[in-house]
Nanobody, 123 residues
């Protein structure tokens, strides 16, 4: 049983930083794609960043590239999202997702999800 548990959300001023964590339980994640998505009120869930557990290949949405960094710690079975230079438009609930077969950006294709952590960026 795969379980993903996010943490690290909160309230931050524009220009500030937060680091989100996604602790993964239930199996080894070698070969999995691990991703962060976010959903703002009244909007569709959107892709933020992705990392391949094996090899560490990363990919970012254009809106966060250069400001956010996704990484993983295999020893801790944890994926991180370092968010710098935060903007009010980054305000959303951030979700961690994982899948063994799918490695793209479409949220509906990911099989495992966390409960989400809320990020609020004030102007």
């Amino acid at each position: 049983q795969v379980q993903l548990v996010e943490s690290g959300g909160g309230l931050v001023q524009a220009g500030g930083s937060l680091r989100l964590s996604c602790a993964a339980f239930g199996r080894t994640f070698s070969g999995y794609a691990m991703a962060w998505f976010r959903q703002a009120p009244g909007k569709e869930r959107e892709f933020v960043a992705r990392i391949m557990w094996s090899g560490g290949l990363t990919y970012y949405a254009g809106s966060v590239k250069g400001r956010f960094t996704i990484s993983r710690d295999s020893a801790k079975n944890t994926v991180y999202l370092q968010m710098n230079s935060l903007k009010p438009e980054d305000t959303a609930v951030y979700y961690c997702a994982a899948d063994q077969r799918y490695t793209g950006n479409i949220h509906a294709r990911y099989g495992y999800w966390g409960q989400g952590t809320r990020v609020t960026v004030s102007s």
